[in-house]
């Protein structure tokens, strides 16, 4: 029978099923951070259980940790670092600590290592574990009693969601990031408009998409709600893949393609939902608000909380003009910034920095603009100095961190004071986010490159010549 790409998947991992119950999925990777990992171990240790797949499981340090120096000052950070690294020692598990080569944030890596690979099931106690979609993995965040589950048997109890397509045609404008392209399907749908769903990303733009976009694409899916995000891979995908130190190689790579090339969704099958965008319409975004469907192109004009009918996300606007203490009718383009922050796990690739590079070369950050370049690993950040980048980055004024997941979120030194505001590349800009009282405005590598220099939200076209 005609199926989608996510439920062929689903079923292809499935170990049980049984009436009246959820599907009994095996996992192929499980990837464990320090923030949502300790309470699991604990719960393993106290039933006297092991690891059932060490192997399949890989953990980093990246939420907790500092980009600046190796030492952990904050007892609290210290203390999950510590456990993780106890945790890893006692159970078996690879462990990519600080001050390793191969440490970053977890949705960064564990791609760039080859480790995440089409049709394959993927989980992390973490959110955002949807960026490994991009593969064509059907790839999920899980609670912290789950994470214990999956580390003592390798499986996990879930429910097939519902299935969404997400269809985007015509040609993205070259000023027009994967970034703004979320962002916009975000303000299409609004925040919960994937919920209960897994979106596949189709249509001719997102063809024409590189891993990395695709990447950022697949990690905000869970911004509208979406379980999970994935597109299917492609030409694209095999050629990001070859080569990496964990991809198949010789006999199994040619084996490994011919099962992937069949990872896809019928010509014939039918998805409980469509959303269909055009992509040569959509603009450079930037949020106002407080969530990250609270977005509107750069060119436009803060909102009026009475544009919006459903008295919900009426009233979501008002709570957010107050936090972020801006009135309706300004134009985007005269809100000034103090901080601008380019990385995390949804713009801290090498794409993201390559294209923040170029806006920034031979231009300033703008007086009392702090810029954070923080790339998502280590090999990012060795990457982008072998290439000149991170020497445009501090000869433009910015500061040249070490990965980790910074500024996204207030659990490392890399917090906002309170009442600060950032044109920011990260995911979410909820009250706090990013230190108590920060506000954020979400932005694509681009917008954050050409904020810092003007220091007021700006897209890169409407930059003066360098
Ligand atoms: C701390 C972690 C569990 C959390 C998540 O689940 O996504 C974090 O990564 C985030 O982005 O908010
Ligand atoms: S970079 Fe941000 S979104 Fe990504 S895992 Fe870290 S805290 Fe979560």
């Given at each position: 029978?005609?199926?989608?790409?996510?439920?062929?998947?689903?079923?292809?991992?499935?170990?049980?099923?049984?009436?009246?119950?959820?599907?009994?999925?095996?996992?192929?990777?499980?990837?464990?951070?320090?923030?949502?990992?300790?309470?699991?171990?604990?719960?393993?240790?106290?039933?006297?259980?092991?690891?059932?797949?060490?192997?399949?499981?890989?953990?980093?340090?990246?939420?907790?940790?500092?980009?600046?120096?190796?030492?952990?000052?904050?007892?609290?950070?210290?203390?999950?670092?510590?456990?993780?690294?106890?945790?890893?020692?006692?159970?078996?598990?690879?462990?990519?600590?600080?001050?390793?080569?191969?440490?970053?944030?977890?949705?960064?890596?564990?791609?760039?290592?080859?480790?995440?690979q089409p049709g394959m099931?993927?989980?992390?106690?973490?959110?955002?574990?949807?960026?490994?979609?991009?593969f064509g993995a059907?790839?999920?965040?899980?609670?912290?009693?789950?994470?214990?589950?999956?580390?003592?048997?390798?499986?996990?109890?879930?429910?097939?969601?519902?299935?969404?397509?997400?269809?985007?045609?015509?040609?993205?404008?070259?000023?027009?990031?994967?970034?703004?392209?979320?962002?916009?399907?975000?303000?299409?749908?609004?925040?919960?408009?994937?919920?209960?769903?897994?979106?596949?990303?189709?249509?001719?733009?997102?063809?024409?998409?590189?891993?990395?976009?695709?990447?950022?694409?697949?990690?905000?899916?869970?911004?509208?709600?979406?379980?999970?995000?994935?597109?299917?891979p492609?030409?694209?995908t095999?050629?990001?893949?070859?080569?990496?130190?964990?991809?198949?190689?010789?006999?199994?790579?040619?084996?490994?393609?011919?099962h992937w090339?069949?990872l896809?969704?019928?010509?014939?099958?039918?998805?409980?939902?469509?959303?269909?965008?055009?992509?040569?319409?959509?603009?450079?975004?930037?949020?106002?608000?407080?969530?990250?469907?609270?977005?509107?192109?750069?060119?436009?004009?803060?909102?009026?909380?009475?544009?919006?009918?459903?008295?919900?996300?009426?009233?979501?606007?008002?709570?957010?003009?107050?936090?972020?203490?801006?009135?309706?009718?300004?134009?985007?383009?005269?809100?000034?910034?103090?901080?601008?922050?380019?990385?995390?796990?949804?713009?801290?690739?090498?794409?993201?920095?390559?294209?923040?590079?170029?806006?920034?070369?031979?231009?300033?950050?703008?007086?009392?603009?702090?810029?954070?370049?923080?790339?998502?690993?280590?090999?990012?950040?060795?990457?982008?100095?072998?290439?000149?980048?991170?020497?445009?980055?501090?000869?433009?004024?910015?500061?040249?961190?070490?990965?980790?997941?910074?500024?996204?979120?207030?659990?490392?030194?890399?917090?906002?004071?309170?009442?600060?505001?950032?044109?920011?590349?990260?995911?979410?800009?909820?009250?706090?986010?990013?230190?108590?009282?920060?506000?954020?405005?979400?932005?694509?590598?681009?917008?954050?490159?050409?904020?810092?220099?003007?220091?007021?939200?700006?897209?890169?076209?409407?930059?003066?010549?360098?």
């Amino acid at each position: 029978m005609a199926d989608v790409l996510a439920r062929k998947i689903w079923d292809a991992h499935l170990v049980r099923r049984t009436a009246g119950e959820p599907d009994l999925l095996y996992v192929d990777l499980h990837l464990v951070h320090e923030v949502s990992s300790p309470q699991a171990f604990d719960g393993l240790r106290a039933a006297g259980r092991r690891v059932r797949r060490p192997e399949l499981t890989l953990a980093m340090e990246d939420h907790a940790v500092p980009t600046e120096g190796l030492r952990i000052v904050d007892p609290m950070a210290r203390a999950q670092v510590e456990a993780l690294r106890r945790n890893c020692a006692e159970f078996g598990i690879r462990l990519f600590s600080l001050g390793d080569a191969d440490q970053g944030i977890v949705h960064v890596v564990a791609p760039q290592l080859g480790l995440t690979q089409p049709g394959m099931t993927i989980v992390c106690g973490d959110s955002h574990t949807s960026t490994h979609g991009a593969f064509g993995a059907l790839a999920f965040g899980i609670g912290t009693s789950e994470v214990e589950h999956v580390l003592s048997t390798q499986t996990l109890p879930q429910r097939m969601p519902h299935t969404m397509e997400v269809r985007v045609d015509g040609r993205l404008s070259p000023d027009v990031t994967a970034k703004d392209l979320i962002l916009a399907i975000i303000a299409r749908v609004g925040v919960g408009g994937g919920a209960g769903h897994v979106v596949e990303y189709r249509g001719t733009a997102i063809e024409a998409l590189s891993m990395e976009a695709r990447m950022t694409l697949c990690n905000m899916s869970i911004e509208f709600g979406a379980r999970a995000g994935m597109v299917a891979p492609d030409e694209t995908t095999y050629a990001y893949l070859a080569g990496r130190p964990h991809a198949p190689t010789g006999v199994l790579w040619e084996r490994a393609l011919e099962h992937w090339r069949g990872l896809r969704t019928d010509d014939d099958a039918v998805f409980d939902r469509t959303v269909a965008l055009d992509g040569a319409s959509v603009r450079p975004f930037v949020t106002w608000g407080t969530n990250p469907a609270q977005a509107v192109p750069v060119s436009g004009v803060v909102p009026a909380p009475d544009e919006f009918t459903d008295p919900l996300v009426r009233s979501a606007a008002e709570q957010a003009l107050r936090y972020m203490e801006l009135t309706p009718g300004t134009p985007l383009r005269d809100i000034a910034v103090d901080t601008v922050f380019l990385g995390s796990c949804t713009n801290g690739r090498i794409e993201d920095l390559r294209a923040a590079a170029e806006v920034l070369r031979g231009r300033r950050v703008a007086d009392g603009v702090t810029m954070l370049v923080v790339p998502g690993s280590m090999k990012v950040r060795v990457q982008a100095e072998a290439e000149g980048l991170a020497e445009v980055f501090t000869r433009a004024g910015a500061q040249w961190r070490a990965a980790g997941c910074s500024m996204c979120l207030g659990m490392n030194p890399d917090r906002m004071a309170p009442g600060s505001r950032s044109a920011s590349t990260s995911n979410r800009n909820f009250e706090g986010r990013q230190g108590p009282g920060a506000r954020t405005h979400l932005v694509s590598p681009l917008v954050a490159a050409a904020t810092a220099v003007t220091g007021r939200l700006t897209a890169a076209a409407d930059l003066e010549p360098a």
